[in-house]
């Protein structure tokens, strides 16, 4: 019984292993979508942040014609595998990127922001180059990680988003500043607005949905 739970449990593994960057999470919803010839007004694409939006508030993505493909724990280099199965194939008109917060949690190891900034740049540019209308998010204020307890990341957020700022602003794209206005005196989530620091309540939300749609006008 131990050998066929162990067996059971590295399958598991190395499935998971294999798809990297989870490619099979939206597949059937992205058939749907091809197949049916709908043509999304915006694809937003992140992480749990993103996720946990569309189930938080589905009627938002619904009524603006908007597609949800963010994936729990992913950090920007899985987004970047991804984003030709999950955005370009589906030939929205926009795509919405929020990305970072795991990288600068080391969910997959440490890295720098430099080669973050390079994977959502990269995102961009593959967009760009499919003619699809890109709006690029600053990272969500974070003044602690819930499973990183020994991290302070808020400089770091803030640092990332100013490369994204000045990279949006040099390539005449708009950026959709959620910082500045979510942040408290910690530069980081109050309770209300996200119980753990990071991922938003359905108030959070409803405050992401106004400044995002501000900034579409």
């Known amino acids: ?81 991804r984003f030709r199965e999950d955005v370009i194939k589906l030939k929205p008109k926009r795509v919405i990127i929020l990305a970072g917060t795991n990288d600068i949690a080391e969910n997959q190891g440490p890295i720098s922001l430099d080669k973050v900034f390079g994977n959502i740049v990269s995102m961009a540019e593959l967009a760009k180059a499919n ?31 100013k490369m994204i700022k000045d990279y949006a602003q040099k390539n005449k794209i708009t950026y959709v500043d959620y910082h500045s206005v979510l942040k408290d005196e910690k530069n980081g989530l109050s309770k209300e607005i996200a119980e753990d620091g990071i991922h938003p309540t359905k108030l959070g939300y409803e405050k992401m949905e106004a400044i995002l749609m501000k900034n579409l006008k």
Do not use: H
Not at 14 to 29: E, T
Not at 132 to 161: E, G, H, T
């Open 131 to 161: 003619n699809i209308k890109v709006v690029l998010c600053s990272v969500l204020p974070a003044y602690d990680f819930p499973w990183r307890k020994d991290m302070q990341p808020s400089d770091k957020v803030i640092a990332l988003n």
């Open 1 to 81: 019984m131990k050998i066929l739970t162990f067996i059971i449990i590295l399958f598991s593994t190395m499935s998971k292993a294999q798809d990297f960057a989870n490619f099979g999470k939206y597949q059937k919803q992205n058939q749907e979508v091809i197949s049916q010839n709908i043509v999304p007004n915006s694809v937003l694409m992140g992480d749990s942040i993103t996720e946990g939006w569309f189930a938080t508030d589905p009627n938002f993505f619904t009524k603006n014609n908007f597609v949800g493909r963010g994936i729990g724990g992913q950090v920007t280099s899985q987004m970047l595998l």
